[in-house]
């Protein structure tokens, strides 16, 4: 149930006709107001953009006089008491968590990109039940969503991780709502409904694996670039959006092919990719080494660019020493 202060009746401007037209296009609440921002709403409603842009700061403010988003004008140690009190959600890895300063961040879109075989779906299956752990393993005892857009998501792994892990292989299953999205039309309509979802569920990780394919295999060649750059920008801002105002951790992946380049296809593909870097608040490249892995931190606001070596394991993501002592495979 969304609480009623939430309610988009509960914006006096808001009038009944306005109402159905939104509902319609899957905006149930103030917060889903401020997700989609003045272009989507200025469409879905059929007024101009300053309507709508008038509608959607209403809304902001009322979630600021809620507390659920911050003020404009903010002192830095305000935000810097909020930042230690952020949530974080362990990836399995301890030396993986240390590169992230403790965990995958709350409010933030993490992206993690690397050549295939990396590890990017592997890292999306253990957040799904680490993220279900207490804080003192590194969870947030919370459920996940994985939107799954390459087929790849695997229940029995996520079985699996679960048991390994010590938690009751069911209920991690039950705590894991999947989203299966057919092409990038989709995603986009998935993800906007996201939202509605996390309020529901409480739920602190949603997964997109992967967020790029769909815009790759559909927008092909040069021809194309610029409509492929501007949908997927339009995608990272909305899920961006989403993080920030749910308060919730945001994984991506993205494939990477590694140097030296293709010989054959599409020249300007790492473009897409860029799309992506620009709007992922942090980047972690993954490269294979041997039976291990080894992510580095990229042009992080806040992280210095050094790397960390993980293992792909039966208990999913995991230090490489503690996978050979145990000597679980
Ligand atoms: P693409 O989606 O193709 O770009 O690759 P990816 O980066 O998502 O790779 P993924 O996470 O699927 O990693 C695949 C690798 O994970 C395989 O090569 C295996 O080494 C490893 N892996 C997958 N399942 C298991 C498992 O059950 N046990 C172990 N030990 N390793 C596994
Ligand atoms: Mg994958």
Known sequence: MVAEELELHSLDDVGPATRQKLTEAGILTILDLVVRGPSEISDVV??????????????????????????????ASEIYTKRMAIDRISTGSTNLDELLGGGVETQAVTEFYGEFGSGKTQICHTMCVTVQLGKEAGGLESSAIYLDTENTF???????????????????????????????????????????????????????????????????????????????????????????????????????????????GDPSKPTGGNVVAHTSTYRISLRKAGKNRIARMVDSPCHAEREMVFMLGQRGIDNPSEETATKRE
């Open 154 to 264: 695997r229940p029995e792994r996520i079985y699996s991780i679960a048991e390994s892990r010590g938690l009751d292989p069911h209920k991690a299953l039950q705590r894991i709502t999947v989203a299966k999205a057919y092409n990038s039309a989709h995603q986009e309509i998935i993800t906007g409904e996201l939202g509605n979802v996390v309020e529901k569920e409480k739920t602190k990780l949603i997964i997109i694996d992967s967020a790029v394919a769909h815009y790759r295999a559909e927008f092909l060649g040069r021809a194309t670039l610029s409509e492929r750059q501007q949908r997927l920008n339009k995608f990272m801002h909305l899920i961006l959006r989403t993080a920030e105002t749910y308060n919730t951790a945001v994984v991506v992946t993205n494939q990477i092919q590694s140097a030296p380049d293709v010989l054959f």
């Open 46 to 75: 059929g007024v101009d953009i300053n309507r709508a842009a008038e509608l959607c700061n209403k809304a902001r403010t009322k979630l600021v006089e809620m507390e659920r988003l911050d003020r404009d004008f903010v002192p």
